[in-house]
């Protein structure tokens, strides 16, 4: 249930791009206590960015899952950057996060709603 999508404008080859989807997709179930077989992990080909007026490396991600507790964003916003940063050479204050409690009937899985 817990989804990650990032954008970035920084150009990555598949083996970055597979290396950072597996190491994100364990972030994000260690950090929301869920199994790491509902999460879901989306990596956006390159597009064209701007932060701060330049376009210099930066990041958008958004995160939504059912019950995301308000009190885990900052945990959670820590350990993707610090991701983001390691992985993807992106300075952390050249990320955004989006951050999206996605109630139980609105989120559908296998023919159903949570």
């Not at 995160?63 to 050479?89: F, Y």
């Given at each position: 249930?817990?989804y990650l999508?990032?954008q970035?404008?920084l150009?990555h080859?598949?083996?970055t791009?597979q ?6 997709s364990?972030?994000?179930?260690s950090e929301?206590?869920?199994?790491e ?5 989306a990596?956006?080909?390159?597009i ?18 059912i019950?995301?507790?308000?009190s885990?964003?900052t945990a959670?916003?820590?350990s993707?950057c ?19 409690d ?11 709603t949570?």
């Amino acid at each position: 249930m817990p989804y990650l999508k990032i954008q970035t404008n920084l150009p990555h080859d598949d083996n970055t791009r597979q290396n950072f989807l597996k190491k994100a997709s364990a972030a994000v179930a260690s950090e929301l206590g869920k199994p790491e077989s509902y999460v879901m992990v989306a990596f956006d080909p390159v597009i064209p960015m701007m932060f701060a007026g330049k376009d210099a490396p930066c990041a958008f991600m958004e995160l939504k899952s059912i019950g995301l507790p308000e009190s885990k964003t900052t945990a959670l916003s820590k350990s993707l950057c610090n991701l983001i940063e390691s992985e993807l050479g992106i300075p952390s204050a050249r990320s955004y996060i989006e951050f999206s409690d996605a109630p139980r009937a609105m989120w559908g899985w296998d023919r159903k709603t949570f």
